[in-house]
């Protein structure tokens, strides 16, 4: 998503650290609700109608990465209360398994009991059949002594596991709740822009319209380099077919498709029809490889945008990208440099 009118120049990042800058739990990925801070846009249609319309659309798209990585951790946490479900039945009947062993031993013992061993040995009619029976009670007695400190430590492992899942639950319940904010949060800013958008003349829309699609090669240093070169690898190339396939599907925020895409959810399903799993944010997709400059950049290379990486775009060559825009632009093409570049991503 995003808005693409042309913000102020925030320079191409070159050598960036590779550290991933992916939230750690959904506390941090609540935490892009509050203030979100946005760059200064360039004069828009309409006053600072066109403005207000990229500050919504930005904000808008970071609520909707954050909504994705709320997403993707609640299904993480559902898998996990599954797995977990499935090992604490499975240590319950091990638990059952062990009671009942227990209990027909000690049936046992109980019933061959009875009289004090050195008196049973005195009454016994065959002494050497009774002291055979007597080692085999000590052997059962061994091996119950055994089975219990199995149940004593199958009942641990039991608790323990009841915990964990205890606490994944807790997890889940919050990043269930943090998706719904999020929604709510992404849904508000988009019906504003909306509202904004439909407050414009035909005349202000088409301007604005046209803004959205410039760039501003004077600002991308390297940018005249730039050619229509061969993909960097097989999968690059089966990455920007699968790319150009989507074009024209409508921006759905979100969505990874194949029906319709966020912009980070249209890298993502560009990339697994080549086979390589990216991950489902535009922060995280930035280090799902290499970082190279703009100048080296080809087909197939993902362009990250802003200083908080929340767009990105793939570059085709010959200086454009195709995106998912935001909502009511369908997947197209657009100059690479469309907003300020952040990095340049070799997956």
Avoid at 133 to 151: F, P, V, Y
Avoid at 257 to 264: E, L, N, Q, V
Avoid at 288 to 296: D, E, K, T, V, Y
Wanted: aromatic share 4%.
């Amino acid at each position: 998503m995003g808005s693409h009118r042309r913000l102020a120049p925030s320079g191409f990042v070159r050598g960036a650290g590779t550290a991933r800058a992916a939230f750690t739990a959904v506390s941090a990925a609540a935490a892009v609700l509050g203030a979100m801070p946005t760059g200064p846009a360039r004069a828009a249609p309409h006053g600072g109608t066109g403005a207000e319309i990229d500050r919504l659309y930005q904000e808008a798209e970071k609520a909707t990465e954050a909504y994705d990585k709320a997403g993707e951790r609640a299904g993480l946490l559902h898998r996990r209360v599954r797995d977990a479900q499935d090992r604490i039945a499975r240590r319950q009947q091990r638990v059952n398994t062990l009671r009942e062993s227990l209990g027909s031993l000690a049936g046992a013992q109980y019933r061959s009991g009875g009289l004090e061993p050195s008196l049973a040995l005195l009454f016994s009619d065959d002494p050497a059949d009774y002291l055979d029976k007597a080692t085999t009670l000590d052997r059962i007695g061994a091996h119950q002594a055994g089975e219990l400190r199995n149940l004593r430590q199958a009942l641990r492992e039991l608790a323990q596991e009841r915990a964990e899942a205890t606490g994944t639950l807790t997890e889940l319940e919050k990043a269930r709740r943090a998706v719904v904010t999020h929604k709510r949060t992404v849904e508000q800013k988009l019906a504003r822009a909306r509202a904004l958008l439909n407050s414009l003349s035909p005349t202000e829309r088409a301007a604005y319209d046209r803004a959205s699609r410039s760039g501003r090669d004077d600002l991308l240093p390297g940018l005249s380099g730039l050619d229509g070169g061969p993909a960097a690898s097989a999968r690059a190339a089966a990455a920007v077919a699968a790319a150009r396939s989507a074009l024209g599907r409508p921006y759905v925020w979100g969505a990874n498709g194949p029906a319709g895409f966020d912009c980070s959810g249209l890298m993502q399903w560009a990339y697994a029809q080549a086979g390589v799993r990216l991950p489902r944010t535009s922060q995280e997709q930035r280090h799902a490889g290499r970082r190279i400059p703009l100048s080296q950049a080809r087909p197939g290379d993902l362009v990250v945008y802003r200083s908080d990486a929340s767009h990105v775009a793939m570059y085709v060559g010959h200086g454009r990208v195709i995106h998912a825009p935001y909502p009511g632009a369908p997947v197209r093409y657009d100059p690479v440099g469309m907003m300020p570049i952040s990095s340049v991503t070799r997956v």
